[in-house]
């Protein structure tokens, strides 16, 4: 050993490749933020979810556009939709608004306030089903998985006989017991009906972690079942937790629309992308876009964030599926 | 294998038990059966009110009015709804059509969507793979009744119209044409001349094939004939036996081309047979030709029987069912003419009062199929690539297939043999959980076409508040889909014996 240090060379950074010490957390916003798909559900989920909050304004707060989506009018060109994206210089009318950008229904509603009272209750109730669907299957999860025996078997049982019933036949009768209480309490009930996909994931997870050397650890210093289970397996799950729970809002657009288009969702005078389809659907030859409009925003929103919840996965699992050639 | 399945039997009746438990408490809080009664004043209601309440057991508590259900249940009795008419009567029609749709969409779904997921597996980061993927990513996103809706606007509507004058304009040949030969080129691995003769002869083909048809009038009265029938048999034979058995030992092969060939000379014979055929006639047919096919296989198969039998018995019923389809082809043009030239139905699940010889009842019931089961497979296309994908890429990655591979067989048989068979194990358990999402879409696409269906009743008999329809259409949706979970289970422990030893 010499102790000559002279000649000791830098040894950081051969080749200008410079190693930084991240956090797991940056470390999963970096890979996040690569994520094409993911930035382009980001960008979409954000601008719809602005348009349908400031556009009409919500509860109290006034919004930037001037037609209510109660009130009706008198019908302007047969209601059809006023918005032109089309350049003139492309041969179209300009890039404008116009009047009824959505176009009126055959009351002279203002389409695009109404499309946009839909899309705030349908993302409330999707975001409301997804966080109690998600809550419920964690916990049931974990306690099946971290505890096992007769808690184990008979949460895994529950959830066996839950998933035998089709989501949308318990969830029309749920809709059935909840529909008059107001959208937001039928969200409640629709999350604590579907939560058995995360509940199965979290199991899974919780059975592999609790047989690791560091839960042998803390249970071996006599930590209490409570802190195992928060501080040392739960933030190990957390990758799985997240994307179920942004799959769990997708799959809770698609229900709570699909049960206000069967009549046993969002009820009038409240309204909902799902039941705007509903209500327009006959009027689809003499005014399709009564018909289009909504389901635009359905897709736009299952789309979005089901590319955000497919970037999340990669962001928490890097591990590619690459095949080796 | 014996102990597993009666364990199996035992768990799954358990979980229906418990199942309709659940959705009588729920469905008997969902409102109050005796609500139309109570704002009415006449004399009568009061002694309806009495009458219903002893027929639906209003007056007991729940759980026991439950033991009451479940008691007439295993005696055989469903019950009655609020009118006093017995349930089973109804569910009997409604269960038929139902079931018909959502175990065909379930099949064919599945069916497409392993091919696409192990295609896009095998070619994984190719054009083909990203666009599949963002294919799977949009049906993930589709809300089955937009869907539905959509596809009875300008897949029945406007296509009717079409039939009238069946010809294919010459810009949507082209379009079809450039987009056939680019799928094929971007399912082709290797060089771009390779991928550009690819896109040449996918994109000849299929203009070629359209224009054809369209020159030909072929739409407004399709058949297959038998020219096509043979060729086709025999190249689904020889592909299938070049998949699954390779070139080096023709035997299965053999046997694969005999049962195929003979199927296919079967043509003329069968005609006058099959001009007054019935239900039970075709499946005696189809017996007949699993019993030739086999013993074909058997015979000509020499050491490698056990491929053979299987693939001849594939040719077989597969050149059976090309045979069926031209049958019911010929019937094509007589059923337009009996439905004012309107033969994509988008109305219920049969023409009302429509009367014929089978081919004409069965051809009804395909077009009134047609649209519904299109909507749900859509919806499940998606889940079915995308796992079936998974689960292959997991597959090619273990070291058993690459041993297979450094031990110097042919690509064929390591994807075939080694990755197929084992990949697709896992899928037999989503196949089975996703069954119950194709019953929920049952119930909206049903609510679409105006099915008089399982989803019909159940929507119909919840909105008017009347729990034991309810409960009769929910036991045959559950009893479907335990039976469906437990054949797949069995399936699974067959395939995959770790689990029924453990």
Request: aromatic share 10%; charged share 15%; hydrophobic share 50%.
């Amino acid at each position: 050993m010499t102790l000559n240090t002279e000649h000791a060379e830098p040894t950081a950074a051969p080749q200008g490749m410079a190693v930084t010490a991240r956090t797991q957390r940056q470390l999963v916003t970096r890979r996040f933020f690569r994520h094409k798909g993911a930035l382009f559900g980001l960008a979409l989920f954000l601008f719809v979810f602005v348009l349908a909050f400031t556009s009409i304004g919500f509860g109290p707060l006034p919004g930037w556009w001037d037609k209510p989506w109660t009130g009706s009018g008198t019908i302007l060109d047969r209601g059809r939709p006023t918005l032109s994206v089309i350049p003139e210089f492309l041969g179209g009318s300009g890039i404008h608004l116009g009047e009824h950008p959505f176009g009126q229904d055959n009351l002279g509603k203002d389409y695009f306030a109404l499309t946009m009272r839909g899309a705030q209750i349908s993302i409330i109730v999707a975001l409301a089903i997804g966080l109690v669907s998600t809550f419920v299957g964690t916990v049931i999860g974990a306690l099946a998985g971290y505890f096992r025996g007769w808690i184990e078997s008979a949460l895994m049982r529950l959830t066996d006989v839950m998933i035998t019933i089709p989501v949308l036949i318990i969830g029309a009768v749920v809709g059935q017991i909840a529909g008059n209480l107001g959208p937001y309490f039928l969200a409640l009930m629709l999350g604590v009906i579907t939560w058995t996909s995360v509940a199965r994931l979290v199991r899974g997870q919780f059975l592999s972690l609790r047989e690791k050397e560091f839960v042998e650890a803390a249970q071996a210093v006599g930590t209490s079942s409570r802190r195992i289970i928060f501080k040392h397996i739960m933030p190990n799950t957390l990758g799985v937790i997240i994307v179920s729970a942004t799959l769990a809002v997708s799959s809770g657009i698609l229900l709570e629309t699909a049960l206000s288009f069967i009549g046993f969702g969002v009820r009038p005078p409240d309204t909902s992308l799902g039941q705007l389809i509903q209500t327009y659907r006959s009027a689809m030859v003499t005014r399709p876009w009564l018909f289009w409009w909504p389901g635009i925003f359905i897709i736009a929103i299952a789309l979005s964030v089901n590319f955000i919840g497919d970037g999340l996965r990669d962001a928490f699992d890097p591990r590619q599926n690459r095949v080796r050639n | 294998m014996l102990a597993f399945i009666a364990r199996r039997l035992a768990i799954s009746s358990l979980v229906l038990l418990a199942a309709t438990f659940i959705m009588f408490v729920l469905v008997a809080l969902s409102g109050d059966p005796l609500a139309d009664l109570r704002e009415q004043s006449t004399p009568q209601a009061q002694a309806q009110m009495a009458a219903r309440i002893k027929a639906l057991r209003l007056d007991v508590p729940i759980p026991v009015r439950y033991f009451g259900w479940l008691t007439d249940l295993f005696r055989g009795d469903l019950g009655v709804d609020k009118s006093g008419h017995a349930v089973s009567s109804q569910l009997a029609l409604a269960t038929t059509a139902t079931l018909q749709l959502v175990v065909i969409a379930t099949l064919l779904g599945a069916f497409i969507g392993i091919m696409i997921g192990v295609v896009s597996a095998l070619r994984q980061y190719s054009s083909f793979d990203h666009g599949i993927t963002f294919a799977a990513f949009v049906c993930f996103s589709l809300p089955v009744f937009w869907v539905a809706t959509m596809l009875k606007q300008y897949m029945a509507i406007e296509f009717n119209d079409w039939l009238r004058d069946p010809v294919i304009p010459l810009w949507v040949i082209g379009l079809v044409a450039v987009f056939a030969g680019l799928v094929w080129a971007s399912i082709y691995k290797g060089r771009w001349k390779g991928k550009l003769t690819t896109f040449a002869i996918g994109f000849a083909v299929t203009a070629v094939v359209l224009y054809a048809l369209s020159a030909s009038h072929w739409f407004a009265d399709p058949g297959l004939g038998f020219p096509f029938i043979l060729v086709v048999s025999l190249a689904a034979a020889a592909g299938a036996s070049t998949l699954v058995a390779g070139w080096e030992n023709l035997q299965p092969m053999y046997a694969a081309l005999a049962s195929a060939g003979v199927g296919a000379l079967l043509y003329q014979p069968l005609q006058p047979v099959l001009s007054d055929a019935n239900l039970l006639s075709i499946l005696g047919l189809a017996l007949l030709t699993i019993v030739v096919s086999w013993v074909l296989g058997h015979t000509l198969g020499g050491l490698l029987r056990r491929q053979a039998i299987p693939l001849a018995v594939f040719s077989g019923l597969l050149t059976g069912g090309l045979i069926f389809v031209d049958r019911i082809l010929q019937a094509w043009h007589s059923y337009t003419v009996s439905v004012r030239n309107r033969p994509v139905a988008t109305i219920g699940s049969e023409t009302p009062n429509y009367s014929g010889d089978f081919w004409h009842v069965s051809l009804d019931s395909a077009m009134h199929l047609l649209l519904p089961t299109l909507a749900l497979i859509l919806i499940g296309l998606a889940g079915h690539s995308r796992y079936s994908r998974a689960s292959m890429l997991e597959v090619m990655n273990q070291d058993y297939v690459r041993t297979a591979r450094a031990k110097g067989l042919p690509e064929r048989t390591v994807i075939i043999k080694h990755a197929f068979r084992n990949g697709m194990i896992p899928i037999t358990t989503i196949l089975a959980l996703d069954f119950a999402g194709v019953f929920s879409g049952a119930v909206v696409t049903e609510h679409v076409f105006g099915w008089r269906g399982l989803g019909a009743m159940f929507t119909k008999s919840l909105k008017e508040v009347d729990p034991t329809p309810v409960m009769g259409c929910f036991l045959v949706a559950g009893a479907a889909i335990v039976i469906w979970n437990m054949v797949a289970d069995i399936a699974y422990a067959y395939l995959d014996p770790r689990i029924r030893l453990s």
